[in-house]
């Protein structure tokens, strides 16, 4: 890739936006108060506020390998109390997708060195749902749900901060688990049944 191009991107962009709104940057540097906090994978091919048409300013968004929320990870933990606490964010969404390359090497039995503390994560989320994995026998079905299974216990992981929970009380902050289909371009919300899954946040990970 020539990075001269991107430049040159760049400045066809800034013409581009003050064409529509003289004051865009002059807007934008007056502070932002989105209303999400969209925790999403890394991959390149998977954005952020394009797939929900979305703009600068309306979406908060941190981006991993395979969307982890993982309560040692001190750069989500950040992004979740900066967002919930200060920004007073209304949403927070983890979106996984289809296809995702940290869920499939999961799901491999490789040394992959550095990673493996980091996909032991998602293998530790194979393990609890294990039974239900197992008795899918297509391959690719059981790819797919173990990423939709993947985001539902890093929704359950944010469920545990304290941060989440205040926030879900004192204001009615919503978690989603959503994700993303690349081969359609479709969001699907998994309508996680968080009500059966508290029960057991409360009993053991209710914080005051």
């Given amino acids: ?48 506020e394009e797939l929900m048409g979305l703009g600068p300013g309306d979406v908060f968004v941190h981006r991993n390998i ?23 964010v209304n949403h927070v969404i983890v979106c996984g997708h289809y296809a995702c390359g940290g869920v499939k090497a999961a799901m491999q039995s490789e040394d992959l060195g550095i990673l493996n503390p980091w996909l ?17 026998e297509n391959e690719e079905k059981k790819y797919d749900r173990l990423v939709e299974l993947n985001v539902q216990e890093q929704c359950v992981n944010l469920i545990k901060t ?23 371009g479709k969001l699907i919300d998994l309508k996680i049944d968080f009500e059966r899954i ?11």
């Avoid at 003050?18 to 108060?33: H, T």
């Avoid at 993982?70 to 967002?83: I, R």
């Avoid at 978690?175 to 690349?182: C, E, K, P, T």
């Fill in 198 to 208: 508290l029960d057991t946040i409360r009993e053991i990970y209710h914080l005051d």
């Fill in 66 to 88: 395979a969307n982890m929320v993982t309560g040692t990870d001190l750069n989500v933990m950040s992004v979740v109390e900066y967002a919930v606490v200060h920004l007073k």
């Fill in 1 to 48: 890739m020539d990075l001269d191009h991107v430049f040159e991107n760049n400045k066809k962009w800034i013409k581009d936006k003050i064409s529509e709104n003289q004051n865009y940057f002059e807007d934008l540097g007056k502070g932002q108060n989105p209303e999400l906090l969209f925790i999403g994978c890394s991959d390149s091919r998977v954005t952020s």
């Fill in 120 to 136: 032991r994560n998602i293998r530790d989320v194979y393990r609890i749902h294990k039974q239900e994995l197992n008795s899918i």
């Fill in 162 to 184: 304290a941060a989440v929970q205040k926030a879900s009380r004192d204001r009615g902050l919503t978690v989603h688990g959503w994700v993303f289909d690349i081969h359609t």
